[in-house]
């Protein structure tokens, strides 16, 4: 058998084994606890060396979702997907399980004079500057979330200070004075994370993300944040509310 190291399209073929495999676990086609196929019969199904199978698995088990164990095979670990719920008031803490703990770490926080055209349109600048924040959110201490974050500079005076002291963005926000928010829009799409990505998540090159973006607005509709947050795929799993039909 011929080794195949790369697909057609150029794409790494452990990475094509890794996604699939993943999506089993994650779907529960392959159970907690349950016994992975061996690597030869993998490199067969796949028809691929079994080289490029021990990438996948190895993949695998970086992001904590196989256990190899010496003579006995590669098993699926237990895992806890946390299920983020986006719906009209989007709060990580609201969708966290009794007893887990989030908390938020502040990257990189700037004053951007020019934001992208994008960026002030959504937020309505109108020439104002944005506030622009880097973030990543834990749960339990393992990240699951890398985010950008813009808004109206002028309309959060003091939010990166009020962030780094109490971790959390409806905290920081509260502080401030501002006490309620709604979800203006929402996009959602899959890519494989960038190595800054991977690096910020924990995650080994060529993991998922679940690209988010947002629009966050106050009650009356003014444009309050727009957001693009990545997650891991592999650690946290999207359900999108539909509004109740009047």
């Known amino acids: 058998m011929s080794s195949q190291t790369r697909s057609p ?28 196929p061996s690597e030869n019969e993998l490199a067969a199904r796949f028809g691929v060396h079994r080289n490029t ?66 960026i002030a349109e959504r937020l309505r600048l109108d020439g104002r500057p944005a506030l622009r924040l880097e973030l990543v959110r834990s749960v339990n201490g393992v990240p699951v979330s890398r985010a950008t974050q813009w808004y109206a500079a002028d309309s959060v005076p003091g939010l990166p200070q009020q962030f780094a002291a109490l971790g959390t963005i409806t905290g920081a926000l509260h502080a401030l004075g501002i006490t309620d928010y709604v979800r203006a829009s929402t996009s959602v799409g899959g890519r494989h994370a960038t190595p800054e990505e991977s690096e910020d998540l924990g995650l080994p090159v060529g993991s998922v993300v ?25 650690r946290v799993e999207l359900d999108v509310e539909h509004p109740a039909s009047g």
């Open 53 to 118: 199978v021990r990438q996948a698995v190895s993949a695998l088990t970086a992001e904590g979702l196989v256990d190899s164990r010496r003579g006995s095979g590669t098993f699926v670990a237990a895992h806890g997907t946390l299920v983020h719920r986006i719906g009209t008031r989007t709060r990580l803490s609201d969708s966290l399980r009794e007893g887990s703990v989030a908390s938020g770490q502040l990257l990189e926080c700037a004053i951007e004079p020019a934001p992208p055209a994008g």
């Open 9 to 36: 399209s150029g794409y790494s073929t452990w990475r094509l084994i890794a996604e699939g495999l993943r999506r089993d676990i994650l779907d529960g086609a392959a159970p907690s606890g349950s016994r992975l």
């Open 210 to 234: 679940l690209e988010v973006r947002a629009l966050d607005a106050l009650p009356d509709g003014t444009p309050l944040q727009f957001g693009v947050t990545r997650f891991a795929a592999s």
